[in-house]
């Protein structure tokens, strides 16, 4: 006879003669007398949570892959004669300043952090929340590729054609947030980037007199540059939503391995 207060044994229990899983009821029994129980999993899809010390590593590696990728990008307008430094700290193997890498560092804190804390409030991106490392590395190469294609053509294609050269840079952006992006909030961050990124170029030329263009438009700055920024808004997004969602996994791994000690 089973002993009072005492939990049967559910070893080998099953709810059907078919050998069939055991009923919830029973896995609860399970659970109750000690099998170590699964970490709770976020629902597919959605947005990770952070915690601050999350957070501050997701800026941290933001900042870390915006100060080194920032000014190769860059690099293919001072190659092609496009922009030049007032005070050059390198001109080898890249012209270069030692303030840029800071400044794109915070510029992609900002868009990674801020496509993150602005998903859950917005659509579900195109890719996911985890859009995974081959999307995110693809989206990174396509912002590359549209920088380096306004350098090499500005002084022959902008020129002659400059609404083809228009077209197709802003083209391009848009695109690139259609294809690894395509939410309200992540236009919205390409939009203000769009905007406010050509801004803090008139202060840094005007103002300041760091550097200049070949060939300004307006104010200093060429019409063509806010369709760069676009593009790197969706970019960064998929890489901050992808740094969110790994150390998001690494906290739950963590969890469920302590629990089964």
């Known amino acids: 006879m089973q002993a009072v207060g005492t939990l049967p044994s559910c070893k080998g229990l099953r709810c059907r003669p078919c050998g069939q899983p055991r ?30 010390a999350e957070l501050g590593q997701l800026a941290f590696w933001a900042a870390l892959s915006g100060a080194a990728l920032g000014p190769i990008c860059d690099s293919a307008h001072s190659r092609f004669d496009v922009l030049h430094y007032t005070s050059p700290t390198i001109t080898w193997p890249i012209e270069t300043c030692w303030w840029v890498p800071p400044l794109f560092a915070v510029a992609a804190v900002t868009l990674c952090c801020g496509h993150v804390l ?7 991106p195109r890719c996911g929340t985890q859009p995974g490392w081959p999307v995110v590395l693809a989206g990174i190469a396509a912002f590359c590729l549209q920088y380096a294609f ?20 802003l083209g391009s952006g848009l695109g690139l947030w259609y294809a690894v992006d395509g939410t309200r909030q992540g236009l919205l961050w390409a939009i203000l980037t769009a905007a406010l990124g050509p801004v803090l170029e008139v202060v840094l030329i005007n103002n300041l ?8 438009d307006v104010a200093g700055i060429p019409l063509f540059i806010p369709w760069v920024y676009l593009a790197g808004a969706p970019a960064n997004g998929n890489l901050g939503r992808q740094i969110a969602a790994t150390l998001a996994s690494r906290r739950t791994e963590g969890a469920g391995g302590a629990g089964e000690r």
């Open 209 to 216: 007199g760091l550097y200049h263009y070949t060939h300004p």
């Open 118 to 124: 602005l998903d859950p409030r917005g659509d579900p």
């Open 150 to 169: 306004s350098g090499a053509f500005e002084s022959t294609l902008g020129l002659t054609s400059p609404l083809l050269f228009h077209g197709l840079l």
């Open 23 to 52: 009923p919830r009821q029973l896995r609860l029994l399970c659970k109750a007398r000690g099998s170590p129980a699964a970490p709770p999993q976020p629902p597919t899809g959605a947005q990770p949570t952070l915690g601050s």
